[in-house]
């Protein structure tokens, strides 16, 4: 199985940015998502991106300030965070599986996840 190491998470003011990456082990031949938790809340998805890169998902709350992208020759997905809000603190995951359909729906202990990156952002 794969394993992934997300990175770029810290501490921005209010409408800064961050640029977080998740790094895959290996060739990564997955669609991958972006998940977050914030305490005492569920996770939630982010944003997703198929193996090819040409279909994303975002959540309505990122759209427009969110962008997800891939570097298959580097095995890294990215998530451009612009426009930071307070309410975007959260650990960030990603997750691996075969499909984007499976990251978006399958079980919540499916496929590959990281360790996961503190995001906080100050009002």
């Known amino acids: 199985q794969v394993q992934l190491a997300e990175s770029g998470g810290g501490l921005v003011q209010a409408g800064g940015s961050l640029r977080l990456s998740c790094a895959a082990s290996?060739?990564?031949?997955?669609?991958v998502g972006w998940f977050r938790q914030a305490p005492g809340k569920e996770r939630e998805a982010v944003a997703a991106?198929?193996?090819?890169?040409?279909?994303?998902y975002y959540a309505e709350f990122v759209k427009g300030r969110f962008t997800i992208s891939r570097d298959n020759a580097k095995s890294t997905v990215y998530l451009q965070m612009n426009r930071l809000q307070p309410e975007d603190t959260a650990v960030y995951y990603c997750?691996?599986?075969?499909?984007?359909?499976?990251?978006?729906?399958?079980?919540?202990?499916?496929?590959?996840w990281g360790q996961g990156t503190q995001v906080t952002v100050s009002s």
């Open positions: 997750n691996a599986r075969s499909t984007l359909r499976e990251v978006l729906t399958g079980p919540a202990d499916g496929g590959s």
């Open positions: 290996r060739r990564t031949d997955y669609a």
């Open positions: 991106i198929n193996l090819n890169g040409d279909t994303q």
